[in-house]
């Protein structure tokens, strides 16, 4: 019998090298910029914590049962002495207990879950609190401030530790709209409105993506979230309610010119020009955003002349097509729309 | 009694022998079949393994540039549909074939031709929906066809929704023939004596996963009707800019995908909960509790569908009502997990290969049990939901679950259906690069779900933290590859040259056991009266296990007269087993050519894919008729050959 036990004692290499690695599984917790357990906004905060309270107990009862299992198999590992053992069926006993101590536990994990739906539930309504229309399309995120008429694509600002009502809606097909770091997610569906509210409770970049497959270049649907402080955000309210003036350098008019010549103002538009398209990103604003292409690449001139030469090349079935563009149209289409401040 | 060897005859007529490969084409036998399912799904295993290689070489790292996106699409959504509709069931249904009629003291199934039928479809299926890649691309939405990306506008670059469509719906009629049969075999071939709380567990979730399986099918035969009709005669059942809903896609598809995945475990639970009690020397503990928990998952799996729509937008009533009933259905399942350790407990462990899988098994289940009590809090869930966090919680429940329970069977029942056994040392091998393989593999997309990584993208940037852990997980990927290959070989080296078995390898507890390796063509050829649960071991060792362990004579149905005639009876003599024949075949190939040349009408006409309304069928359909037509009207008629004398 002493044999028996002795195995698990002489092998406490297998429980450190558990520990470790259950130590290596959690260490990359939190660091990442799309990470869910680094909340920077009470909505978050409350998630991860619910997660974190679940996670843990899960720990607990894994090491109780998994230990249970390992013990258990060593324990009675047979030996050649060994006769049959004693055929017991079962005990009632221990099957009311090892019934009620789960249904405990859950009871403990559905507390707070309901607590936690009710409050990211309710959404927040009244004066101080910012509308956002999110509207999921083939491969990029609109957002849409119907209070302050505003129309932009791939970033969306909102003032730290103010609370943000937002309305998820889709163009085409189902999306899920998620920016780990402040909230959990909710899908695009097209025909519904669904609802969440978030609130960024720290300066700073926040990394979003689409969660909900959708066809070809759903890996590239990428989205940021600039909480700002009031004043910065204020600031980039005014910019983006104003038309921009046609455009100084001769560069960036001759890029004005072809913009209005070529097929572009079929899909996108321009405050102030004659481009009124609404089916790809409106672009009024665009020479202030920090990415491109659904949030795919950052924004810098040599990623934005790839991408004219040749959209369905860097995007897989972009809508945008190839439009054949030389490279002198190129340039002066890069400073155009860096124009437009 | 068992007898080493058993009689040569066939007790057939002559005209309706087939030898040879024939024999197997022709087959009503369900050991045949079973054999047939089994190495027909562990093919598909393979192919989905492929893919499942494919899409880790492809995230290995950052920016892949191993498939194409679109390419990565199809990969992911085969290599889904193909390990659960084309591996996993159909290797649950193999045991179902091979053990159920042995474990209940039966020749044979209910519908012997039923039987046959069903496995044609199965294979016709499979090679259908696999043959999408040949011709213009394989379904590319996902195994869970989310509308309306589905629908023509979004998707009608290739036939390969329509060649999903087809293949599930054949699927869907193999699976309900299937889960027929076993319910009425279940239910009136049982040997005399063996009453339900005397059944095997592996026999018991054979039932309840049987009444799963038809209830479960017509739902999703219902949502892949309407898709079909959207999409061949522009109806709009999912169609939002006709007004629809697609959500609606969503509530079917998961009502009937939720007893799905119930479906897939419960026939591997069976296993364990046989196995177990066999290598620990000790009955199963909690039979009735067991028993009873797997009936109680199977109507709790009814109420906890919209678990997988909690991002989805339902409302915060619904969200807490499905949370509370998915929390719940873990009770049952936990219940499990701790009266197969107490099976163990007090025993006397045989650490063969078997077992290993089965405690593997719990080991890894309990993993994955535990991950989806994480995701039944819909506000974790909003952190978890479509992320490699769920990818992890499926693996480990599907692979180091369901996969390690039928593994665990392959090795505790070849020697029955061969009369050798596994090479135990290759075995043990296999047993160790699956279950590191899959640590390496699975455990880290807990991290990367966490870290934000979505599913089914066809690559990632740098610098999001998700480079390591994918890295480790194709690593892990390849290391099960190998483990499949060792099995492989074992495989094929085993069926020819294992040792050999005899009746009764394991010292098991069940009916199985009593006869010989590999039984006679009628099982059993007195049919035993039943008068305990695990009525071979109580044959050998009595009810307490106070024997030593001979095998005395089990009573049986029928007793002889005299000595003369029980020497003949013990020959299989005077039994009449049912004919082979062709019918179920010509039926089930009559079947799919049938729907293929409907739903597969723009395909067969060169019609651009989404062509509207793509009536009236192609010719195919109606040759496909005739031939099923012809098919069943045999069956129906077919003459029962004389009674051999």
Not at chain 2, 61 to 77: A, I, R, W, Y
Not at chain 2, 262 to 291: H, N
Not at chain 2, 516 to 523: G, K
Not at chain 2, 607 to 635: E, K, R
Request: aromatic share 12%.
């Amino acid at each position: 019998m002493a044999s028996r036990v002795h195995l698990l004692r002489r092998r406490p290499l297998v429980w450190i090298l558990l520990a470790g690695l259950l130590a290596l599984l959690i260490s990359g917790c939190g660091t990442g910029p799309q990470s869910a357990l680094a909340p920077a906004g009470p909505v978050g905060m409350r998630e991860a914590g619910l997660y974190n309270l679940i996670f843990w107990m899960a720990v607990v009862v894994f090491v109780l049962v998994e230990g249970l299992l390992l013990f258990t198999a060593l324990r009675f590992r047979r030996r050649t002495s060994d006769g049959i053992p004693s055929q017991i069926h079962g005990n009632t006993r221990l099957e009311i207990v090892w019934t009620i101590i789960p249904v405990l536990i859950l009871i403990v994990i559905a507390v707070p879950t309901i607590t936690t739906i009710a409050s990211a539930s309710t959404i927040p309504q009244g004066p101080d609190v910012l509308k956002v229309t999110v509207i999921g399309h083939q491969w990029w995120w609109e957002f849409r401030y119907p209070d302050l008429g505003i129309v932009t694509a791939d970033e969306m600002h909102i003032p730290v530790g103010t609370k943000v009502a937002l309305t998820v809606e889709s163009a085409d097909v189902i999306h899920s709209f998620w920016v780990p770091r402040l909230a959990g997610k909710i899908q695009a569906i097209p025909r519904r409105q669904n609802e969440m509210w978030l609130q960024g409770d720290e300066i700073g970049e926040f990394y979003g993506q689409c969660y909900q497959l959708c066809g070809t270049s759903h890996a590239n649907m990428r989205f940021r979230v600039f909480v700002q402080s009031k004043a910065d955000f204020d600031a980039w309210v005014k910019d983006q309610q104003a038309v921009p003036a046609p455009p100084t350098d001769p560069e960036a008019a001759k890029g004005a010119q072809i913009f209005q010549s070529k097929a572009c103002v079929g899909c996108h538009t321009i405050a102030g020009t004659n481009a009124k398209g609404t089916i790809g990103p409106n672009l009024t604003h665009f020479g202030s955003r920090t990415t491109i292409a659904g949030a795919m690449l950052e924004k810098t001139d040599a990623n934005l002349a790839m991408w004219l030469h040749d959209p369905p090349g860097v995007k897989p079935g972009s809508i945008m097509p190839n439009l054949g563009l030389t490279d002198d149209e190129i340039k002066a289409l890069v400073a155009y729309l860096d124009s437009l401040k | 009694m068992a007898t080493a060897e058993h009689a040569a005859t066939t007790h057939q007529p002559d005209r309706r022998r087939y030898e040879g490969i024939w024999s197997w084409i022709f087959t009503v036998d369900h050991k045949k079949i079973g054999v047939m399912y089994g190495v027909t799904a562990v093919c598909f295993f393979l192919i989905g393994g492929i893919e499942a290689l494919l899409i880790r070489s492809q995230l290995m790292f950052p920016n892949g540039k191993v498939v194409s996106p679109d390419q990565f699409n199809e990969l992911f959504t085969m290599h889904g549909t193909t390990m659960i509709f084309l591996a996993l069931m159909p290797l649950s249904v193999a045991f179902f074939n091979i053990v159920v009629p042995l474990q209940i003291g039966a020749r044979d199934v209910a519908f012997p031709r039923l039987n046959a039928f069903s496995y044609w479809v199965y294979l016709f299926g499979g090679l259908l929906l696999n043959a999408s890649y040949l011709f213009g691309g394989a379904p590319n939405a996902g195994w869970f066809g989310y509308a309306n990306l589905t629908e023509v506008p979004y998707n009608h670059s290739s036939y390969g929704i329509d060649f999903w469509i087809l293949g599930l719906q054949i699927l869907g009629v193999s699976s309900m023939a299937g889960a027929f049969n076993f319910l009425v075999t279940i239910i009136n071939a049982r040997a005399p004596g063996m009453t339900f709380m005397r059944m095997p567990l592996f026999t018991w979730m054979t039932l309840v996963t049987s009444f799963l399986l038809i209830l479960a099918f017509p739902v999703i035969t219902v949502a892949l009707v309407e898709l079909m009709f959207d999409r061949l005669f522009a109806t709009n059942f999912f169609n939002p800019a006709a007004g629809a809903e697609p959500i609606l896609w969503q509530h079917l598809f998961w009502l009937f995908g939720h007893p799905e995945v119930y479906i897939l475990i419960l026939p591997a639970m069976g296993i364990i909960s046989d196995v177990l009690p066999t290598f620990a020397r000790k009955p199963l503990f909690g039979y009735p509790v067991v028993a009873y928990s797997g009936v109680a998952i199977a109507f709790m799996s009814w109420g906890v569908w919209a678990h997988h729509m909690f991002s989805a937008g339902l409302g915060p009533v619904a969200n807490a009502v499905f949370s509370v009933t998915t929390m719940l259905i873990a009770v049952p399942t936990g219940i499990k997990i701790f009266n197969w350790i107490g099976t163990l407990w007090g025993g006397s462990i045989n650490f063969k290969t078997p077992l290993l899988f089965a405690l593997g098994f719990i080991a890894m289940f309990t993993i994955g049990g535990l991950s989806g009590v994480m995701l039944a809090s819909p506000p974790a869930d909003w952190l978890e939901n479509d992320t490699y966090f769920v990818v992890a919680h499926i693996h480990y429940v599907l692979f180091g679950g369901t996969i390690f329970g039928l593994f665990a069977g392959i090795y505790y029942w070849f020697p029955k259906v061969t009369g050798r056994l596994l090479d135990e040392r290759l075995g043990q091998i296999h047993f160790w690069l699956m279950l590191i393989g899959m640590n390496v593999t699975f455990a880290g997309m807990h991290v990367l779900g966490m870290e934000g990584m979505p599913r089914r993208i066809a690559t990632y940037p740098p610098g999001m933290g998700w480079d390591t852990w994918n890295f480790i997980a194709t690593i892990g990927a390849f290391t099960i590859a190998v483990g499949m290959l060792v099995f492989i070989y074992n495989f094929f080296a085993s069926v020819r040259h294992g040792q050999v078995a005899g009746p009764d390898p394991w010292d098991g507890r069940t009916l199985e056991w009593s006869i010989p390796s590999p039984p006679p063509p009628y099982n059993f050829a007195r049919i035993p009266i039943v008068r305990a649960r695990d009525p071979f071991w109580v044959q050998k060792y009595g009810d307490a296990g106070h024997g030593h362990g001979r095998v005395v004579p089990m009573p049986v149905a029928g007793g002889a007269h005299d000595a003369e005639e029980a020497r003949a009876d013990e020959h299989g003599e005077g039994i009449h087993m049912p004919d082979p024949s062709y019918y179920p075949i010509v039926a089930a190939l009559g079947l799919a050519v049938m729907l293929a040349g409907v739903i597969l009408t723009n395909l067969i006409l060169g019609n651009p894919p989404g062509t509207q309304p793509a009536w009236p069928p192609s010719w195919v359909a109606f040759v496909g008729l005739v031939v099923f037509l012809y098919g069943i009207y045999g069956w129906a008629l077919e003459p029962v050959s004389g009674h051999s004398s």
